[in-house]
């Protein structure tokens, strides 16, 4: 009976011993977790803080590209037309000498047609550089897009609703309308009772 309690008390000291050997080792696993995740937290916001600093990096950049855009706008507001004028320039010297040839003593009304006829090809062809076309209608039927109507006229001459008279031309960039040409545009003989028979 002696020996039955002894085994009894050993089986218990036994399993206790090994209660307490488990209850060891999982602690030992715990803190070698935590060291797992305390590494892994660490990782995690060295991350972070690479991630905030490139983040910090392009918003910087993306202020100093918006800063040079607005800059570049503006410069080419106001440069824009930098090479008109200078190619407006020596058609500027034209008209120039050709008022100082008009005081001259012996200037020729011919001459003076001439050096206007010269300065205003140069004109053209400064507007022509430039996609600048003229809108010259005449003859054409009438767009109230491109054309301003000034008046109507009767004619037997014209169709109707074509323009028979520019009163001043028009322009135009590239495809946008620049100045509509002013016209007058031709109606009918018939609507104010002409009589249109032979």
Do not use: C
Request: glycine share 6%; proline share 3%.
């Amino acid at each position: 009976m002696a020996d039955e309690e002894r085994r009894t008390e050993d089986d218990v000291v036994a399993q206790d011993s090994s209660a307490d050997a488990a209850d060891t080792a999982e602690q030992g696993g715990e803190t070698g977790r935590e060291a797992e995740l305390r590494a892994a937290l660490e990782a995690a916001e060295e991350k972070a803080e690479d991630n905030w600093n490139q983040f910090l990096r392009a918003r910087a950049e993306l202020e100093n590209i918006r800063r040079r855009a607005e800059r570049d706008v503006q410069q080419a507001r106001k440069y824009s037309v930098e090479k008109l004028a200078a190619d407006l320039l020596p058609v500027k010297d034209s008209l120039e000498m050709g008022v100082q040839a008009a005081e001259e003593d012996g200037a020729s009304v011919a001459s003076l047609r001439e050096g206007a006829e010269l300065t205003l090809k140069m004109m053209e062809q400064v507007l022509e550089r430039f996609g600048i076309a003229l809108v010259d209608p005449l003859g054409e039927k009438f767009d109230p897009e491109r054309h301003e109507a000034m008046a109507m006229q009767p004619s037997r001459e014209h169709a109707p609703n074509t323009v028979m008279q520019v009163v001043q031309k028009g322009y135009a960039l590239h495809d946008r309308l620049l100045r509509p040409a002013m016209v007058i545009v031709a109606r009918s003989a018939d609507e104010d009772g002409i009589d249109t028979r032979a």
